[in-house]
Each structure stands twice: as C-alpha cells, then as structure tokens.
C-alpha cells in the first residue's frame, strides 16, 4: 500500500502537467521552460531563498567556557 500511494505521489505531478513537458528536445528548450514558467521559477527559487535566510540569520556568540564568577566554590557534600 504504501509503495502505491509513493507511486501516486510521484505521478500526481504529470497528471497535472502543462503543455510543454515532456517534448524533449535541446537542453536549452527545457532550461528555458523552466526558467520562464513562473511555478516552475517559484520552485526553484524558493529553496533558494529559505536557504540563504538560513545560512545569513544572525548567529548567538558561543557562550562562554569561563566559570562564572563565585562559581569556583565547591559544594559540600551533604551528611
């Protein structure tokens, strides 16, 4: 069942196809497809974007390793 419904998943795209898939041709043809169909283009450059606002969020310093202090007491251990 589940490898059915991956099947489904994976094919619901090309169901849904408008025209211009799948003709072959030059690479150009398809790059340019991609390039110039807008849902094709939001694809592509949603990932993208999610990324480069991942990689350039403002980072926390590391905290530091130092003791703080007081903290240099040991405690007693309890009787």
Do not use: C, N, Y
């Amino acid at each position: 069942m589940r490898h059915a419904t991956l099947i489904a998943l994976f094919l619901a795209g090309e169901a849904l196809a408008h025209p211009g898939h799948g003709a072959g041709g030059w690479p150009s043809a398809t790059l340019s497809h991609l390039l110039g169909e807008p849902d094709h283009l939001a694809l592509i450059l949603l990932p993208v974007a999610i990324a480069a606002a991942w990689l350039l969020r403002p980072r926390k310093p590391p905290k530091a390793l130092t003791p703080r202090a007081g903290s240099d007491r040991v405690p007693l251990a309890r009787q």
